[in-house]
Structures are given as structure tokens and as C-alpha cells.
């Protein structure tokens, strides 16, 4: 998953990830290396959040724009 090279590039702490997800900065820790896998409402809020379709997201595509 890209979520750590899209929140590096967007400049914030997993910290203020978890805070504007609602969700536990250990979550997005292990997200990050992999631990363990997000369920598809997190995929899907996550995705919303940095504007990138679920396929970028989960590396099935180099392409960030969401269809529509």
C-alpha cells in the first residue's frame, strides 16, 4: 500500500493521519510496514482522504485519479 509515500508527500505525522482518519496512530504504523491490512471502509476513507483512487492506493495502478 502507498499510504506512507502519500502522507510523506502530503508533509503530515502519522499522528494527524490517525487524528483526521479516526483511527489509532498504531493502525496507520502498521498499515505502513505492512503488519497489517486495512478493512474496505479504511481503504476507502483513506483513499478519500488523499484523493486517489483504491487502486493507486493498493499499488494496482500508477494512475492517482479516481474514475468517474
Known sequence: MRLKQLRKQKGISQLKL??????????????????RQADYATLIRIADYFNVSLDYLLERSDNPKMNK
Open 18 to 35: 490517525a487524528i483526521d482518519l479516526c483511527i489509532s496512530q498504531n493502525s496507520i504504523s502498521r498499515y505502513e510496514t505492512g503488519e
